[in-house]
């Protein structure tokens, strides 16, 4: 089991920049997939992007180019850079962990911090 606390949300113009922060309740270096998700109000969870114990990240077309997720697992933190924000970013970004067992599959998600962006 493992518990995810997002930070770093928050308020900011078009063009500006975020960087969130999920801190795992334990040790992430073996957690085989970690990733943000965003929810924008009526639409649906969507993947922003995932890394990979072993290294791999993967970006959702939205944030291509100006989304970066990084992992330090030294601090069991997960991190989610956003430069060069747009309006249609604004949404809940939820931290997720995906842990696969030989049995069972199990996804962790965070409370979720919000983002905002003016135009």
């Known amino acids: 089991q493992v518990q995810l606390t997002e930070s770093g949300g928050g308020l900011v113009q078009a063009g500006g920049s975020l960087r969130l922060s999920c801190a795992a309740s334990?040790?992430?270096?073996?957690?085989?997939?970690m990733g943000w998700y965003r929810q924008a109000p009526g639409k649906q969870r969507e993947l922003v992007a995932t890394t990979t114990s072993g290294g791999s990240t993967n970006y959702a077309d939205s944030g291509k180019g100006r989304f970066t997720i990084s992992r330090d697992n030294a601090k069991n933190t997960v991190y989610l850079q956003m430069n060069s924000l747009k309006p249609e970013d604004t949404a809940v970004y939820y931290c997720n962990a995906f842990i696969q067992t030989p049995l069972n599959a199990y996804n962790y998600w965070g409370q979720g911090t919000q983002v905002n962006v003016s135009s």
């Open positions: 334990r040790s992430i270096s073996s957690i085989n997939r």
